[in-house]
């Protein structure tokens, strides 16, 4: 079927649009559907042989294809596309979005503050709490009028051994 064929049976003049011709195949079809000629064998078989010559005009206007079965774009290539290599793949991956905790981290920087220091600043810090607990109460105490005062001895002792504890522990730590 020729072009100047395609578009007499579908009703058009030549060089209508590819819209205009999708519309008149739509309402041809529609036309000549199955169901509205089924009364008779005959008019079936008119119906059946005017939507296949419906189609045939639709595909004397469609894009040439490589086999004749599909449109162009799904045709073979003339040369198949090779996979890519695993390194080739590697270097097209997404790179990943969390980094892993060991690089989050200078070298050695655990070991930044070693026992002798921790200890020191865990003995003053109890000994803080201790002087803080002793003046609170003596605060209370003058202010009520007197009586007596929570003196917390315990914590105050206990923070400065382990504050000295610390400093004998960076002593020897230096000397390695």
Do not use: C, N
Request: proline residues 7%; positive net charge; without cysteine.
């Amino acid at each position: 079927m020729t072009h100047a064929d395609a578009f007499r049976l579908l009703g058009l003049k030549p060089g209508a649009s590819i819209a205009a011709i999708r519309q008149a195949h739509e309402e041809l079809q529609a036309q000549w559907h199955a169901d509205l000629h089924a009364a008779s064998p005959e008019a079936a078989a008119l119906a059946a042989t005017q939507r296949a010559e419906l189609s045939t005009a639709l595909a004397v206007f469609a894009p040439p294809s490589a086999d004749g079965d599909r449109p162009a774009a799904y045709a073979p290539r003339e040369t198949p596309s090779q996979p890519y290599s695993p390194q080739q793949a590697a270097k097209h991956r997404i790179a990943p979005q969390v980094t892993a905790p060991s690089e989050w981290y200078e070298p050695g920087r655990g070991k930044r503050h070693s026992a002798g220091v921790r200890s020191m600043i865990i003995g003053v810090a109890i000994a803080l709490v201790g002087a803080l607990v002793t003046f609170g109460t003596h605060q209370l105490a003058a202010g009520t009028g007197g009586g007596g005062y929570l003196v917390a001895y315990g914590p105050m002792i206990g923070g400065a051994l382990l504050f000295i504890w610390g400093l004998a522990q960076l002593g020897t730590e230096r000397r390695r």
